[in-house]
């Protein structure tokens, strides 16, 4: 086979590969798309020539899964429109390294074989999990939330994000090492339904008890672009506040991420406003608070009469959005980050409990803080999970989706039920199975009522983390490592 015509193959392996994140979530052709990449990166004749097919193959992996990238340069068009295209290229292309990377490791210290096929879904695990924890990470597309909307994905309470990605990346290993012969078809139906029917032994989640409490889920549906204007702000501030107001008796109202357009201090008016829409229920709110010359992307409670009693700031900032890295020389040309802030946002000291009172102790994620599983594993261990977010920078078709499908996974790792606010959708109540029993869809304002989920016992994942998950992965490595050592 050419070179040409194996590049090619890298190119459809990667898209392939890809069309298993949500919201497609065709997991078969994306098992085949990592078989097809492990086979082509196995049967490469240097290892150089793998690293290349890597490259090619991982460009179009995150090129096709992550292209809502774009959305947010497209909210301020006449700014930062010009930037999308950059965007998404030297996106695709940094995370793409990774896969030269792991390809060219495994052509050169493996051979073709079952064995190698193993030390290649161990060396593809491994930089996925680099790419997600250096530097400010960036865990999105990870090969395991291919089985989201899967029972599969229960398999995450014992092995987390990163040991599900093993096993995914094992499955096409498989496919790899078979090759382009028949069997490989029965093989790929038989890969795809093992996990599916290992997923199903988990039990239900555990009953929603009478007299649960009630949360109130506001979802205000901003346009992005219409957030910060000043003379439409004001009024959607008050349509939120009518939604807030709706008849009803729940225990806690949550608004979205910086969902209240106003630099909030303590004595700020518009505290009262809110406790006043709240009739004196506690209300989560997303907002900007400053201290001095440093700016925070915030999560208060209101409680009566105005008063703020508990205060998390967000502590992992999205990078060339939230803050610019050596913001100050690329300021020099013209280039900030994204958020309303000119100035960026400053992090907070770290993840942190909220005590609620009679509802227990809430862990808070702001935005694409529930991406990270580390994060969730953090404190002390939370009743529930309380996500705001601002979904209008993900567009509305794959970035939102994806967006919730991980936090579903973040439910079902620990074990514990999510309430989730999205400024334009998904807003929904998530169990500690990861089902989502109640949502509003993305481009809808209104709110939701719905009983705080129990929480079920403290998952495998959540009392080891990723440490077993690593070391399956170091094995995965040495087992490939020694084969190349006995073959000359």
Known sequence: MTETRRRLLAVLAGLAAASGQVPLSLVPLALAGFGLAGWLCLGSATPRRAGWIGFIAGTAYFAAALHWIVEPFLVD??????????????????????????????????????????????????????????LTGFPWALPAYIWADTPAAQIASVTGPFGLSLLTLLLGAALAAIGPRWPAIPALLVLWLLPIGAGSLRGPAPAIPDGAPTIRIVQPNVPQNEKWAAEIGAAHFDRALGITAAPGTPDLIVWPETSVPYLIEPGHPVLQRLANAARGIPIAVGT???????????????GAGGTIAEVYDKHHLVPFGEFFPMGDFFARFGIRGLAQSSFGYSPGPGPRLIDLGPLGRALP???????????????????????????????????????????RMRAIEQGLPMIRSANTGISAVIDARGRVLQSLPLGLAGHLDVPLPSAAPATIYARF????????????????????RETP
């Open 365 to 407: 994620l702001i935005c694409y803080e529930a991406i990270f599983p580390e994060e969730v594993g953090a404190t002390a261990r939370p009743d529930w999970l309380l996500q705001i977010t601002n979904d209008a920078w993900f567009g509305t078709f794959a970035g939102p989706q994806q967006h919730l499908a991980q936090a």
């Open 77 to 134: 068009a006449d700014t930062y429109g010009w930037m999308a295209p950059f965007g998404l290229f030297f996106t695709a292309t940094g995370f793409a390294l990774f896969w030269a990377l792991a390809f060219w490791v495994a052509r050169r210290f493996a051979r073709p074989g079952w064995r190698g096929a193993v030390a290649f879904a161990g060396a593809l695990a491994a930089v996925e999990a680099t790419r997600s924890l250096i």
């Open 465 to 484: 983390g990723d440490w077993p998950a690593f070391v399956a992965i170091l094995l995965c490595l040495l087992l490939g490592w020694t084969r190349s």
């Open 288 to 302: 900007q608070r400053a201290e001095g010359d440093r700016y925070f992307n915030t999560m208060i409670v209101v």
